[in-house]
């Protein structure tokens, strides 16, 4: 880029310089009309002179008068400026001396009347010729192509040899990476496997939710083997213009297949990809375009052609079935949040550059980093190096990724003044959540407690399991919908009535136990049926979503046993809170008093032996 910069810079100078050349040019024809500058008189001076007869010749034009001074050499030519209210008495005497009259014209010399005509019109021109290159640079993007460059791919195009990510730099992911060796490999090599008669897949999908790392992968595999890479989103397919879409993808794939062997990689492919049909509109006739082009070109590969398409999608369920076809994107890889050993080498390998004071407090945060994507540990690694570095430390060490976990876990501190009435409240809110999750069997160890407000929330109680889970008994989530309902139960224990602070738990629980009743077959009533919730459609709203296809009562029915499964797991905490009314307070004064309280000091405050109480 640097190069092209400099080029035009060379080019700005250039234009300038002939500019300058050009007005000097105009300047000096001038002069030369103006001809050598004359002496300056006043009037009264003009008038002795004519009466002396030194004055033979004079040539009037608008306000001045010139000529020559007969008495003269050479250069004594003069200038004389008329009063405007006019002298009656000059012409009379310029003709009793028999001086030579001559008039000019006040219009300019036919050059500079030339110029000034044409002036306007190179300025307009010259503007427009400026704007248009202007706008050609803009529409054309990256790939540059005219004026009508809209059509041109936007994929950006690396060159193999640049891409400076490799697999060492994908941490986890270890299947996903043998299975795509295997593709690295061909794209090395691709005569091998042709004089065997093999085929390649041509797609590769991968799924995974988001931060997981499919990008990365992509761009990793291009660089282990050191082809060109060309990176395109679905969504910079669809563009104002109907038909945008599938010429860029036609001149993506004409590109790639010069370039072969090379890989394309179609990142968020569910924005062009979304099952065909379930919509109306324009847009939608865009997709389908650009998705059938796809579709088209893929099938297009000859069999020599050394191109493989990468795509990425954490919505594989919305996905076009033509898609997953074989001979298209067959080859599916799934990229799953990492566990707890994978966690630890993500953050190895984003902590290379940062000065650790102690390696082996990553494993303890990997441990207490469940649920954390790949992108969630890289951040977390920059808020603990940010947190180092605002304290002057030239060392990361485990407090900074304590504090940095809470950030993004919990949103930052909200430095907002509570009363002491919100406190209380607020305190035994969480004294609740905390008192029912000490009292479950299934549920996960309580970590801290804390009233410091924080993101949306004026207080956390936070669980976090010593297992990644995968999967959830029901005894777990109704237990899960008593803790979460343990904060509003505390608040009526103690104040009589209930606040606007418990409504989050509450959308939770609801939530909780409505997938419980109808997708999850956990209600005898309802029976092992799913229900499936209609999705919203991504343009036209819920009007449009696919419609229901269950019946009015089923739904009442739902909603009967949503609110019998709510109300169940209530009255088990109000027992619990009643039971151990003695602990709230202790754990609310607690709070109230220091704000935050961590595993050690509530078992220690309240005298329990485990970490985990069972009644
Ligand atoms: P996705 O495309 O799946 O949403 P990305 O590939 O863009 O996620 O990941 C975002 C960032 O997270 C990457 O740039 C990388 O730094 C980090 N990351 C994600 N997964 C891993 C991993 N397995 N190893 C190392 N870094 C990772
Ligand atoms: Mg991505
Ligand atoms: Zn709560």
Known sequence: MAASEDNSQKEATKRAIRFTLFFLLIYTAIQYFEQSTPELLNYSEFKNRVVAGQIKEVTIQNETISGELSSGDKNSRYKVVIPSIGDTDLMPLLDDKQVTINAKSSELPLLVRGLLGILPWILIIGLFMYSSRLMQKRIGGASGGGMFGFSRSKARRHEGQTISVGYEDVAGLEQAKADLLEIVDYLKHPQKYLDLGAKIPKGILMMGSPGTGKTLLAKATAGEAGVPF?????????????????????????????????????????????????????????????????????????????????????????????????????????????QCAAREKILEVHTRKVPLKDKNCLKDIASRTVGFSGADLENLVNEAALHAASNNSNQVVAEDFEYARDKVILGSVRDDLLTDEERKRVAYHEAGHALTALHMKHSDRLRKVSIIPRGRALGVTEQMPDEDRHNFTQDYLEERISILLGGRCAERKTFGVVSSGASDDLKQATQLARRMVAQWGMNDAMGPVSFPQSEDHPFLGREMSEPRNFSEQTLTQIDREVTGLLSRCETITEEIIEKYQADLDKLANALVERETLDEEEINRLLDYAGSIVQP
């Open 230 to 338: 060309y990176s395109i989103s679905g969504s910079e397919f669809i563009e104002m213009f109907v038909g945008v879409g599938a010429s860029r993808v036609r001149d993506m794939f004409e590109q790639a297949r010069k370039d072969a062997p090379a890989i394309i990689f179609i990142d968020e492919i569910d924005s062009v990809g979304r099952v065909r049909g379930t919509g109306l509109g324009g847009g939608n006739d865009e997709r389908e375009q650009t998705l059938n082009q796809i579709l088209a070109e893929m099938d297009g590969f000859e069999p020599g052609e050394a191109v493989v398409v990468l795509a990425a999608t954490n919505r594989p369920d919305v996905l076009d079935p033509a898609l997953l076809r074989p001979g298209r994107f067959d080859r599916k890889l799934t990229l799953e949040l990492p």
